[in-house]
């Protein structure tokens, strides 16, 4: 059975950092591209960041660009997603997602195959 597991949510500042993780099980890590995505209530789960199986290649969506960073380690099974310069408009469920479809799709929702329950970020101005 496959879980993803996110974690490292929570309320912070503006201009504050947070770290999330989502811890893969059940799949074979190493063979998915892996994606973060956050939703607010009444909206469309959208794109945050991606990287590849192997990590050479990352996306971010233009609200994030050089705030965030997306990094993976294939042994732990896990992906990570670093949040600096926070800002109120960041407040969202952060959800991780697996996908094998091919990188250029990394960016549309429905290709991905698996998610995990979200975890909620805040940010207070």
């Known amino acids: 059975q496959v879980q993803l597991v996110e974690s490292g949510g929570g309320m912070v500042q503006a201009g504050g950092s947070l770290r999330l993780s989502c811890a893969a099980s059940g799949l074979t890590f190493s063979s998915y591209t892996m994606a973060w995505f956050r939703q607010a209530p009444g909206k469309q789960r959208e794109f945050v960041a991606a990287?590849?199986?192997?990590?050479?290649?990352?996306d971010y969506s233009e609200s994030v660009k050089g705030r965030f960073t997306i990094s993976r380690d294939n042994v732990k099974n896990t992906v990570y997603l670093q949040m600096n310069s926070l800002k109120p408009e960041d407040t969202d469920v952060y959800y991780c997602g697996a996908d094998r479809a091919a990188w250029s799709t990394r960016r549309i929702l429905f290709v991905y195959d698996y998610w995990g329950q979200g975890t909620q970020v805040t940010v207070s101005s």
């Open positions: 990287i590849s199986w192997s990590g050479d290649s990352t």
